[in-house]
């Protein structure tokens, strides 16, 4: 079936050090959103990516869309303690109009 | 304004018994999903409104689960016969028309099923 993946599952960093995860779907996205899930929160919006190709940034977060919409990416620059947290992709699929979450990364900084 | 808010916040219930689930979106907010969260792990799909009806109910995992909403606005899942496994925190989100809009999540259920 169709799948949205997503690596790393964990990633630890050193407070400064950049961050990145990947987003990769088995079939075209008509579109991607990411949201950040603080440790015993719940999901928050951070951006919907919609063009072939297309990058957004949000201060120190980047995020990019394939050009083939079939992946994404999440860049953190420097990452902060405020950083750590669950981030999950969710494509839209093409071919059904499902919206399908990644498994998420989640992401520890070391002050 | 008002966010997505749901309830209850905890639930502990015991094995076979019925459970109640509520969720009330944002107002005017058109379309409503319920996910749910294992400890840890990612989200689980489980259906999607549009208005009242359900377009997407593929994520439902047996028919002991079921969801309805009224008036397009209130929604409430069910849960028949509770198992074990049924343990785990239950969010509902909702967004402005379709899912081609940013979700906006509730803080979520806790569900115990000892």
């Known amino acids: 079936g169709q799948q949205v993946m997503q690596i790393p599952q964990y990633q630890h960093v050193q407070e400064g050090e950049d961050f990145t995860t990947y987003c990769n779907s088995s079939t075209t996205l008509s579109n991607i959103q990411w949201y950040k899930q603080r440790p015993g929160g719940h999901p928050v919006f951070l951006i919907q990516?919609?063009?072939?190709?297309?990058?957004?940034?949000?201060?120190?977060?980047?995020?990019?869309?394939?050009?083939?919409?079939?992946?994404?990416s999440l860049h953190i620059t420097a990452t902060q303690t405020?950083?750590?947290?669950?981030?999950?992709?969710?494509?839209?699929?093409?071919?059904?109009?499902?919206?399908?979450?990644?498994?998420g990364t989640t992401l520890q900084v070391k002050p | 304004g008002a966010?997505?808010?749901?309830?209850p916040s905890n639930k502990v219930t015991e094995k076979g018994k019925d459970v109640e689930l509520r969720c009330d979106p944002i107002s005017g907010h058109t379309a409503l999903y319920w996910y749910r969260q294992s400890l840890g792990?990612?989200?689980?799909?489980?259906?999607?409104?549009?208005?009242?009806?359900?377009?997407?109910?593929?994520?439902?995992?047996?028919d002991r689960f079921s969801a309805e909403r009224t008036g397009g606005s209130v929604s409430t899942l069910?849960?028949?016969?509770?198992?074990?496994?049924?343990?785990?925190?239950?969010?509902?989100?909702?967004?402005?028309?379709d899912i081609l809009y940013e979700q906006?999540?509730?803080?979520?259920?806790?569900?115990?099923?000892t």
């Not at chain 2, 906006?104 to 099923?113: A, D, Q």
């Open chain 2, 78 to 97: 069910t849960i028949q016969r509770t198992q074990q496994e049924d343990s785990a925190v239950y969010l509902c989100a909702s967004s402005l028309r």
């Open chain 1, 49 to 72: 990516l919609v063009k072939s190709g297309e990058v957004k940034k949000q201060k120190r977060l980047t995020f990019q869309f394939g050009e083939a919409k079939k992946n994404s």
């Open chain 2, 104 to 113: 906006y999540f509730g803080p979520g259920t806790r569900l115990t099923v």
């Open chain 2, 41 to 62: 792990q990612g989200l689980e799909f489980l259906i999607y409104f549009q208005g009242n009806s359900a377009p997407d109910k593929s994520g439902l995992p047996s």
């Open chain 2, 3 to 7: 966010g997505v808010s749901q309830s």
């Open chain 1, 82 to 103: 405020t950083d750590v947290g669950t981030y999950f992709c969710a494509g839209l699929s093409s071919n059904t109009g499902k919206l399908i979450f990644g498994q």
